[in-house]
Each structure stands twice: as structure tokens, then as C-alpha cells.
């Protein structure tokens, strides 16, 4: 198979990585998702990748909280993520380099785009944690955000469904999905392929966005390598 991209920012959910748990960090599960990683990463694709942090904690289903100290939290939890993402693709033998957009020196790089992009140039992956390092934005913003700024040709978001569709297929068996719709749906029927913030700054930008389930961690090569999988948000 023959990568369609050069540079690309994969999205994987918190939830993706805790196995069947349901909670916390499952390794063989991070091994299994990093596995394809490595595949693209060997063929010469620049991967960057942004954790979110659900399987530990969601700064807006925090209650009574504030929600600006629940979303510090939330950012915490996407380090732990990323540190754990990082050290899967080690032992599988890959450069990894972990950024945060909050400093924490003694165990991650502080979040510089420049050094980000010349990581991708040599080959290294590059996981961001932290989200944009403010509160009240999704770690989905993050991804717009980073890889509008990293010059991504597209964003791959791994999640535990199999596409967009036009209602919730768990509550709904009728639902249909799309194999491509428009970020104008996407705004005006408040499709939940991310949140509006997200959504808009890709549409500004023009970075399409695809949506597969990470159910079968292969399916990130083959979403890589154009094969006709999840939706594509354009």
C-alpha cells in the first residue's frame, strides 16, 4: 500500500486506550493502536498525534466544579495519555517526542511549532499533550488547532464509531451514515464529528477530517492509504 499523505495529525479519544476496562490505561490496547503507527511512521509518513483524556477525566461532566480548574485537570489526564502513547511506540522502536502546551520540563517538551515540524522532518512522531493548554476548549480543538498549525494535509480522528452519521446509531438503528458530508452539515445539522470550535477552525483552514473506528487498529493505515473507510469531512 502507498501512503495519499505526508503529514498527517491523528485524534485518538482517552476512551480508545483504556480496553475493555472502560477506564484508565490499558497497554496491550496502546500497543495494538501504536503497532499501525509504527507501519506508517516506517513507510514515511510524519505523524503527529493529540490525546484526549476521557478515560480519566471530563473537566465538563465535572459537576459543581469550576470548570476552568475541571479542565486543568482534563489536561493533566491527556499527559498522562500522551506519555503512555509515547513509551508504546518506544519499545516498538520509534522516536517519539512528547510537547505540552503547559510546561512540564521535567518530563515532556514545551510545546514550539518549529521544533514540532523539524521532529516531522527527521522522523520522529510527535505527541502533543495538554490540549491548546486553555480551558473551555475540547482536545478536538487541539487537533484542529495543531494541525492547522503544522501544516497537516489532513486530520484522522480515531474514535469508537465507524463514521458520522445523521443521528446516534446506539439510540437509533435506523441512523445513516454518510461516506461524505460537508462541514456545512456538519455546523448546520450539529453533527457530532467534534465540537463547532473544532469544526469551523478546519473549515476556515481546509483540512479535511476522517472519521473510522479505531476498533480495528489497522484501520489507520488503511484510512492513510485511501481506502474507502469511515467519513470524510470536506
Known sequence: MKPMYKRILLKLSGESLA??????????TVLKICEPIKELNDMGVQVAIVVGGG??????????????RADHMGM????????????????????????????????????????????LEKGRVVVFGCGTGNPFFSTDT????RAAEIDADIIFKATMVDGVYDSDPKTNKDA????????YDVLNKDLKVMDSTAASLCKDNHIPILV??????????????????????E
Request: glycine content about 10%; charged content about 20%; some cysteine.
Open 19 to 28: 480496553g475493555e476496562g472502560g477506564h484508565g490505561i490499558d497497554f496491550d
Open 55 to 68: 478515560n480519566f477525566w471530563r473537566g465538563r461532566s465535572s459537576g459543581k466544579m469550576d470548570r476552568t
Open 76 to 119: 493533566m489526564a491527556t499527559v498522562i495519555n500522551a506519555l503512555g502513547v509515547a513509551d508504546a511506540l518506544e519499545q516498538l522502536g520509534v522516536v517519539v517526542r512528547v510537547q505540552t502546551a503547559i510546561s512540564m520540563q521535567a518530563f515532556a517538551e514545551p510545546y514550539i511549532r518549529n521544533k514540532a515540524v523539524r521532529h
Open 142 to 145: 487541539a487537533a484542529s488547532l
Open 176 to 183: 445513516r451514515k454518510y461516506d461524505r458530508v460537508s462541514f
Open 212 to 233: 473510522f473506528s479505531i476498533d480495528k487498529p489497522q484501520n489507520i493505515v488503511s484510512a492513510v492509504c485511501g481506502e474507502n473507510i469511515g467519513t470524510l469531512v
